[in-house]
């Protein structure tokens, strides 16, 4: 079936740098946008951006410029964000998501089970 | 950029209650929403796509229903694994999110 499998937690100091993998299974990597969701404590769901798969281009929403970066291995099929000089306020957990909605009719039918960054000293 | 304001915030109710929870558009989205639900610890769950259709797998006691700027999920008899956080989406924009809870 299809399935997103997201890498384990991850405690960083601030100021270094984390990367969250998203291994897609049961279908083409390529066939279907990922989209990052962040999710702070507490606190709703924050759509960050989205790689097109197919070309490799990233998006990104405002507020996750600079720091946030997506890429893609589809050798293996697997999606990456990566966030550098970490903050305490990016401590959060962390979902990817495939698109199978057409422009910006953007439906998230499938979720990696989420990947908690916690940021400390 | 469109906002997207869900209300309540937060819904008591009980086993076998029809609920309904509102999703507003701050303009026009003609028909493209989508809905889903968040059980605590858990990543989010498509219930509902195109405002009214049902995403394979998920129970026919929920239906989406609006257009524009206006639309609702209703959950026709609450069940015990419906207590949860239920979140509207348009493009990339989520709605704040709405708890059900156990009245």
């Known amino acids: 079936q299809v399935q997103l499998v997201q890498s384990g937690s991850e405690l960083k100091k601030p100021g270094a740098s984390v990367t969250v993998s998203c291994k897609a299974s049961?279908?083409?990597?390529?066939?279907?946008?990922i989209n990052w969701v962040r999710q702070a404590p507490g606190q709703g769901l924050e759509w960050m951006g989205w790689?097109?798969?197919?070309?490799?281009?990233?998006t990104y929403a405002q507020g996750f410029t600079g720091r946030f970066v997506f890429s893609l291995d589809t050798s293996v099929s697997t999606a990456f964000l990566q966030i550098s000089s970490l903050k305490a306020e990016d401590a959060a957990v962390y979902y990817c998501a495939r698109d199978v909605g057409v422009g910006d009719a953007v439906t998230l039918d499938t979720w990696g089970q989420g990947t908690l960054v916690t940021v400390s000293s | 950029d469109i906002q997207m304001t869900q209300s309540p915030s937060t819904l008591s109710a009980s086993v076998g209650d029809r609920v309904t929870i509102t999703c507003r558009a701050s303009q026009s989205i003609s028909t493209r929403l989508a809905w889903y639900q968040q059980r605590p610890g858990k990543a989010p769950n498509l219930l509902i796509y195109?405002?009214?259709s049902l995403e394979s797998g998920v129970p026919s006691r929920f239906s989406g229903s609006g257009s524009g700027t206006e639309f609702t999920l209703t959950i026709s008899s609450l069940q015990p694994d419906d207590f949860a956080t239920y979140y509207c989406q348009h493009s990339w924009t989520f709605g704040q999110g709405t708890k059900v809870e156990i009245k």
């Open positions: 049961g279908y083409t990597l390529t066939s279907h946008a």
């Open positions: 790689i097109n798969t197919y070309t490799g281009n990233p």
């Open positions: 195109k405002t009214s």
